[in-house]
């Protein structure tokens, strides 16, 4: 059974850091495109980070802007999301998500079969 779970979510004071992680189980998570997804209060999801297998291609949305860095570790089949100087903006649900076709790199939202249940990210002082 496919799942993802992603945790590291808080409450974090603007120019803090936060590390998500997204554990997946019931598949190699190594050999699929991973995406980062937010969604804020009133707002539509959209794509934050996303990585192809082997990390050969990552895509990085503009409001990123140097910010967030996703690493893989294969072992722990276990996708990371290190986000730094966070801004109040950043606040929202953060979702990681699989694209379930191999050798897909497309993390348009609609191309993702399975999702986590998120994680809640609050920036404010």
């Known amino acids: 059974q496919v799942q993802l779970v992603e945790s590291g979510g808080g409450l974090v004071q603007p120019g803090g850091s936060l590390r998500l992680s997204c554990t997946a189980s019931?598949?190699?998570?190594?050999?699929?495109?991973i995406g980062w997804f937010r969604q804020a209060p009133g707002e539509e999801r959209e794509g934050a980070t996303c990585?192809?297998?082997?990390?050969?291609?990552?895509w990085y949305a503009d409001f990123v802007e140097g910010r967030f860095t996703v690493s893989r570790d294969n072992a722990k089949n276990t996708v990371y999301l290190q986000m730094n100087d966070l801004k109040p903006e950043d606040t929202g649900v953060y979702f990681c998500?699989?694209?379930?076709?191999?050798?897909?790199?497309?993390?348009?939202?609609?191309?993702?079969?399975?999702w986590g249940k998120g994680t809640l990210v609050t920036v404010s002082s």
């Open positions: 998500a699989v694209n379930g076709r191999i050798g897909d790199n497309n993390c348009n939202i609609n191309r993702m079969h399975y």
């Open positions: 990585t192809n297998s082997g990390d050969i291609i990552t």
């Open positions: 019931g598949f190699p998570s190594e050999h699929y495109t």
